[in-house]
């Protein structure tokens, strides 16, 4: 099945970016910092949103306007509450950044997890 919403998928040392259902770029190949592809499309005005699927937890990453800046937040629904993560401009946002925000919501749900359970 073709994903719908663009998703980067983050598992160790193999990151892959789908974009309209085909893998679009694979960051293996090509270092993360010097991917034109990658900020290109992160700085369309178009592109609003995509997936981040990682070995910790998967959010959404979303971009806002603050003035004339866009600048990209990660948002993860845990036990009914939306929290959100700010990511930061599309030249600051690399794979390892992303890896960073999804142990971040990790540690949310740990927590939370430990609040339930005393």
Not at 9 to 14: C, L, P, V
Not at 54 to 82: C, H, P
Request: aromatic letters at 16%; hydrophobic letters at 35%; charged letters at 25%.
């Amino acid at each position: 099945m073709a994903r719908k919403t663009p998703a980067l998928e983050i598992y160790d040392n193999e990151v892959d970016f789908y974009y309209n259902g085909k893998l679009s770029f694979d960051f293996c190949v090509i270092p993360p910092d010097g991917n034109k592809f990658w900020f290109d499309w992160l700085q369309d005005a178009n592109h609003k949103s995509f997936r981040v699927v990682s070995k910790y937890t998967s959010f959404t990453a979303r971009k806002e306007l603050r003035g004339n800046i866009a600048y990209w937040y990660g948002y993860k629904k845990i036990a009914k509450k939306l929290h959100n993560c700010y990511i930061g401009e599309s030249l600051a946002t690399t794979p390892d950044l992303l890896c960073d925000i999804a142990r971040h919501f990790l540690n949310i749900m740990e927590r939370d997890s430990n609040i339930k359970s005393k």
